[in-house]
T-cell receptor, first 110, second 115 residues
Framework: DAGVTQSPTHLIKTRGQQVTLRCSPK?????VSWYQQALGQGPQFIFQ???????QRGNFPDRFSGHQFPNYSSELNVNALLLGDSALYLC?????????FGPGTRLTVL | AQSVTQLDSQVPVFEEAPVELRCNYS??????LFWYVQYPNQGLQLLLK??????LVESINGFEAEFNKSQTSFHLRKPSVHISDTAEYFC?????????????FGAGTTVTVRA
């Protein structure tokens, strides 16, 4: 049983560019959440997708958007990248009162 | 709203010594509590969780945590650490009333085990 997978593993972008990160949830899970983990900090909730709709959103600007596909996989899009967007982006899928995390995508903005 | 405070940012410890990582939470309602571990350059792995029932929960690799409602704490302990326990540890809470399982994390505690 494959766990949560994310791609790519690493990504380097420049300020002002746009980026798309991808996530496939654990088999049987239909809910995907995205978190941003800046260096030296705990993960911060960005948003969650369920039934292809954004169900809840954390305190992140509209530059952060997402999408969920019929197969429950998800994308995180960030527009107009800022240096402060450099972080580890974690995807999690939800099981019984628990979230299962992927390995993350390390985004570096230069 | 819920929040988590991890009282120690870094904990150095010698191999085979005990370790305690402190976690306090703030919430006006009951909570679910979790400890996650993050090894270098990896994602988060669930270490243990408290949902209900016995206030003492244990993991398969020797960690345990005790839910203390009166002190709003969920401290993590291990009686004897190994070099392989070197990692970042995160305490997190979620709202049992919610169906989204959204987690609020503390800032993390870095545990460094030395021989």
């Amino acid at each position: 049983d494959a766990g949560v997978t994310q791609s790519p593993t690493h990504l380097i972008k420049t300020r002002g560019q746009q980026v798309t990160l991808r996530c496939s949830p654990k088999s049987g899970h239909d809910t995907v959440s995205w978190y941003q983990q800046a260096l030296g900090q705990g993960p911060q909730f960005i948003f969650q997708y369920y039934e292809e709709e954004e169900r809840q959103r954390g305190n992140f600007p509209d530059r952060f958007s997402g999408h969920q596909f019929p197969n429950y996989s998800s994308e995180l899009n960030v527009n107009a990248l800022l240096l402060g967007d450099s972080a580890l982006y974690l995807c999690a899928s939800s099981g019984y009162h628990e979230q299962f995390f992927g390995p993350g995508t390390r985004l570096t903005v230069l | 709203a819920q929040s988590v405070t991890q009282l120690d940012s870094q904990v150095p410890v010698f191999e085979e010594a005990p370790v305690e990582l402190r976690c306090n939470y703030s919430s006006s309602v009951s909570v679910y509590l979790f400890w996650y571990v993050q090894y270098p350059n990896q994602g988060l792995q669930l270490l243990l969780k408290y949902l209900s029932g016995s206030t003492l929960v244990e993991s398969i690799n020797g960690f345990e945590a005790e839910f203390n409602k009166s002190q709003t704490s969920f401290h993590l302990r291990k009686p004897s650490v190994h070099i392989s326990d070197t990692a970042e540890y995160f305490c997190a809470v979620s709202d049992p009333r919610s169906n989204d399982y959204k987690l609020s994390f503390g800032a993390g505690t870095t545990v460094t085990v030395r021989a």
